[in-house]
C-alpha cells in the first residue's frame, strides 16, 4: 500500500476500507460461505463438532468464533489456545507438530477442522491439515497471500483473500466466519421460536395429574 505520508491520511485510509469492500464481496464467496454454514450446520445436527485453530492472530479469531459458535449458533467449537496444552505438545512433538498431536488426542471422526492461515504456509497448519484428513474429519481452511499457498490445496472447503497485507487477510476471514455464525444463530432461533410454539399446544391440552 502507499505510504501515508506521499498521499495523506485520509486518502490513505479511503483505500485501506476499499480493499476490504473488495475482497468481502468477491463474486464466488457468498456460495462457498453458504457452504460452510451447510457443513457447520451438519454437524449439529450429527452431534458432532468445531475445531477452530490457527497462529498469532488467527489464533485469536479462533478463540472468538469458537465461543460465538457454541453460543450463539448452537454448534459445538473447541479451540486449543490453552498456553499449558500448547507448550506441553509444543515442547514434547515440536512445534510443527503440536496441532496435528492435538487433533490426534481431541477430534473425532466426522468433525470439522477450521484451520486459520495468512500465509497458508505454516508448517504446524500443514501437518494439522493432513492429521485432520487422516483421520476422517471435513477440513476447511481460510488462507490468504499466494493463490497456490500449500494449506489452500488440503480442504474440501477452501476460502482464500486475495491479499498479502496481514491484518486485511485476517479481519476478512473473521468476518466471513462471523458472518457463517450469525447465519447459523438466525436459523437457531428459527428453531427455537417453532419449539416454542409447538410446546404450546401442547401444554394447553395437557389435563395434568
Known sequence: ???PQRCGDDQWLRA?????QALLFQLDVCEQLRRLAGLLEGARATGRKVILAGNGGSA???????VDFTKAARVRSINF???DLITCFANDYGYEHWLERAIEYYADPEDVAILISASGKSSNMLNAA?????KGLTVVTLTGFAPDNPLRALGRLNLWVDSRAYNIVEMTHHIWLLAVCDLLAAAADRRATRARREAVPAAAGDPGP
Open 81 to 83: 489456545n490453552e498456553a
Open 16 to 20: 485501506y476500507f476499499e480493499q476490504y
Open 60 to 66: 485469536a479469531i479462533a478463540s472468538h468464533c469458537a
Open 130 to 134: 493432513r492429521a485432520a484428513a487422516d
Open 1 to 3: 500500500m502507499a505510504d
